[in-house]
């Protein structure tokens, strides 16, 4: 009988390095059928897409209710396929609120669960260790400090090294007088955010003309809906290699998620903004109880890295920290070596390999 996985992606990030597992899994099983719901970059490398992820990323307790009918499609089409021919493995992909719920589906199957890039149960929500302690076979965690929390809950778990750095280029110490605007990969977040950073750019523009705006577009992003929905007169777009985009600025803001760590890596110096709407916000305030919203604050263990949050991200505030940095090459220089130690902290390249091969020992198991 022909061995499958279901893995499940919901969001840019988790299809990014779902197509990197993929691409393992393949070259170490290459007779292995592979299904599951992703965006373009799985696609394009085998999976058998029953639901794309591109309808499913979304943001906020509040923004999650314009998408109920696609998550509840999505879910169906999952559970026809537990029904009528079950996988061999389910691999959930971060995206914790869905595949949570599927990883039930699978323990109840009597299905192994291997978790590729767990929920952020060290930020808020930790009443899910105990969810996941029964639900999940084995973690593949990518963050130092998670392997010793899921251990304390008895939870099987490997560190795999972030898969970032199986991708990413090495940092340049060359720049060009380019700031990079980065607002996030879901249409929702770009509406809060990017508005932020535009207004961000020109206060900017005014003190320091010499300076241009760029802004890297996700795969997931459309151009067309950018340039219509936003005045981007003065912001040159960017879409295809966005890391050699990245490795050109000489500074980025950023949104709050993945991107915080991609710019680390490259050593970049960089602004957090992050808005949500304001219910999301209090309901999020009351869930969790947490020092910093950036991943590099939490892995660097302190804040690095200025953030602004909320009201509190308001462009002129913003625009006179980034102006502080711009103008002092020594408070540049030592953002860059804290964002070196947290690049240090993150493992070594091969994360893809070693989940694939955390997945392939899990299938052997199940032969004998």
Known sequence: MKKSILLVAGEASGDLHGAGLIYRLKSLVPELDILGIGGPQMRKVGLKCIYPAEKLAVVGITEVMGHLKDI??????????????????????????????????????????????????????????????????????????????????????????????DIMPEPTNNSEPIIGLMPGSRPNEIKKILPIMIETSKIIMKKRPGLRFVLPVAPTIDTKWLKDEFNLSKITLSKGDNYQTMRRCLFLLVASGTATLEAAILLKPFIIIYRLSRISYFLGKRLADIPYIGLVNWVAGKKIVPEFLQNEARPENIAETALYFLENSEKLRQIKESLRVVRNSLGTPGASQRVAQLAKNILEKRIL
């Open 72 to 165: 509840w499609l999505a879910w169906k089409r999952i559970k026809t396929i537990f029904d009528n021919c079950p996988p061999s493995l389910f691999i959930p992909i971060d995206y914790p609120d869905f595949n949570l719920r599927v990883a039930k589906m699978a323990k109840e199957r009597g299905i192994p669960v291997l978790y590729y890039i767990g929920p952020q149960v060290w930020a808020w929500r930790r009443s899910r260790l105990k969810k996941i302690a029964k639900l999940v076979d084995e973690m593949a965690v990518i963050l130092p400090f998670e392997e010793t929390l899921y251990k304390r809950y008895n939870i099987k778990v490997s560190f795999v090294g972030h898969p970032l750095l």
